[in-house]
């Protein structure tokens, strides 16, 4: 099971009165996947999940959801599961029959997900140890990278270097030290990093190409 709860989008086009209201995305063993909104405005706070209704219920999986992850701007989110499908969902979207769409690939087994901060590339981590590289948009496999030996478990993107100037001052001043033991040149090259974890005991650490266009 996956959670992650959010504010919806200020531009969201459904309604003014649904800016910036918290929602709240579960991923099931089930294979579905829920978008609830808090509606009760009256109180803050919600005892046994009163006040949330949901929006839309959505099941494309037929086995567990193994990693859901959502984009930086709250726009959209993908599931992986032990099947060969890639859910990807609309959360701007109120119409369950249009929120998800599907894709297929040709690699079953999946364990964790990630997006890059651009939010147009993906990583799936499969139980094969292979690391694929997708559009986010089209699922169109990127790229293939292969050196665990064994299953995949976990995955992530280093935060690119427009997302890392957004941190608080407080975040700056405590690690000023160790920005300032790193010329420009080490971290534009961290800022390219993918890092994933398998059942090998390894972690390996990857540096990508510049998805900037």
């Known amino acids: 099971m996956s959670l992650h709860i959010f504010k919806a989008p200020q531009d969201e086009p459904s309604s003014s009165t649904s800016n910036g209201e918290l929602r709240l995305l579960c991923a099931y063993e089930s294979g579905s996947v829920t978008l609830r909104r808090y509606a009760r405005a009256d109180k803050a706070t919600s005892v046994e999940g009163a006040g949330w209704e949901v929006i839309w219920d959505v099941k494309v999986h037929a086995e567990t959801i193994m990693a859901m992850r959502v984009s930086r701007n709250n726009s959209f989110a993908l599931t992986v599961s032990a099947d060969h499908l890639v859910g990807r969902y609309d959360l701007g979207s109120n119409d369950g029959n249009t929120a998800c769409v599907l894709h297929r690939t040709k690699h079953p087994g999946n364990a964790a997900i990630a997006i890059h901060d651009n939010?147009?590339?993906?990583?799936?981590?499969?139980?094969?140890?292979?690391?694929?590289?997708?559009?986010?948009?089209?699922?169109?496999?990127?790229?293939?990278?292969?050196?665990?030996?064994?299953?995949?478990?976990?995955?992530?993107?280093?935060?690119?270097?427009?997302?890392?100037?957004?941190?608080?001052v407080d975040q700056k001043l405590n690690n000023s030290d160790d920005d300032e033991e790193m010329g420009e040149t080490e971290k534009e090259e961290r800022a390219r990093w993918l890092i994933a974890g398998g059942k090998d005991n390894r972690v390996s650490i990857w540096t990508l190409m510049d998805f900037v266009k």
Not at 131 to 160: D, I, P, V
């Open 119 to 168: 939010e147009r590339v993906c990583v799936v981590a499969g139980w094969d140890g292979s690391l694929r590289l997708h559009s986010t948009r089209t699922m169109k496999l990127l790229g293939t990278l292969k050196y665990h030996k064994t299953s995949c478990q976990a995955a992530e993107f280093a935060h690119s270097l427009d997302a890392v100037t957004t941190v608080s």
